[in-house]
Antibody, heavy 119, light 108 residues
Framework: QIYLVESGGGVVQPGGSLRLSCAASGFTFTSCGMYWVRQAPGKGLEWVAYIRKDGHAQYYADSVKGRFTISRDNSKNTVYLQMNDLGIEDTALYFC????????????WGQGTLVTVSS | EIVMTQSPATLSVSPGERVTLSCRTSQSVSNSVGWFQQRPGQAPRLLIYGASTRATGTPARFSGSGSGTEFTLTISSLQSEDFAVYYCQQYNDWPPWTFGQGTKVEMK
């Protein structure tokens, strides 16, 4: 059974930072690219960041480029999202998801962790 | 960036009805389209990938079709558990990976 379990969300003031984690199990972590996707309250899905299976390539949505950093620790089967200079517009439920390389993106998702940016 | 446009925004239907959801892309994405179901309070779940291949565990009443810029998700006979929001998504040209705005299937 594949599991993706996010953690690290919470309430933070504008300009603050948070680090999200996603612990993976039930599949060969080193064979899969990993994503972060967010969903603002009552809104649709927005891709945020992607990291290749070997960790040597990362991509970011324009809305977070320069503020967010995705990384992974293949020895811990965990992917991270470091979020700096948070704004109210970053308030959302953050999901991690995995791919099947060269087949499909986002084939399994975690349940999400909520980030609230508020003064 | 490839823009995904779903229609309609909301569909009001009764259990047992046949449902057709549409997704259009701003440029050709071949067959690199996935469909996701999101029930209230839950994470999205992959239903269809490659435009027409059912993911593991997807009931046979769900089918996908299309290629290029026009795609369709069909539910042959709507069940109560199918009331949800459905998103299409392209993975042919990235980054960014883009989603449609969603179609809400609600009870009539």
């Amino acid at each position: 059974q594949i599991y993706l379990v996010e953690s690290g969300g919470g309430v933070v003031q504008p300009g603050g930072s948070l680090r999200l984690s996603c612990a993976a199990s039930g599949f060969t972590f080193t064979s899969c690219g990993m994503y972060w996707v967010r969903q603002a309250p009552g809104k649709g899905l927005e891709w945020v960041a992607y990291i290749r299976k070997d960790g040597h390539a990362q991509y970011y949505a324009d809305s977070v480029k320069g503020r967010f950093t995705i990384s992974r620790d293949n020895s811990k089967n965990t992917v991270y999202l470091q979020m700096n200079d948070l704004g109210i517009e970053d308030t959302a439920l953050y999901f991690c998801a995995k791919d099947v390389p060269d087949v499909v993106a986002f084939d399994y998702w975690g349940q999400g962790t909520l980030v609230t940016v508020s003064s | 960036e490839i823009v995904m446009t779903q229609s309609p925004a909301t569909l009001s239907v009764s259990p047992g009805e046949r449902v057709t959801l549409s997704c259009r892309t701003s440029q050709s994405v071949s067959n690199s389209v996935g469909w996701f179901q999101q029930r209230p309070g839950q994470a999205p779940r992959l239903l269809i990938y490659g435009a027409s291949t059912r993911a593991t565990g997807t009931p046979a009443r769900f089918s996908g079709s299309g290629s290029g810029t026009e795609f369709t998700l069909t539910i042959s006979s709507l069940q109560s558990e199918d009331f949800a929001v459905y998103y299409c998504q392209q993975y042919n040209d990235w980054p960014p990976w883009t989603f449609g705005q969603g179609t809400k299937v609600e009870m009539k």
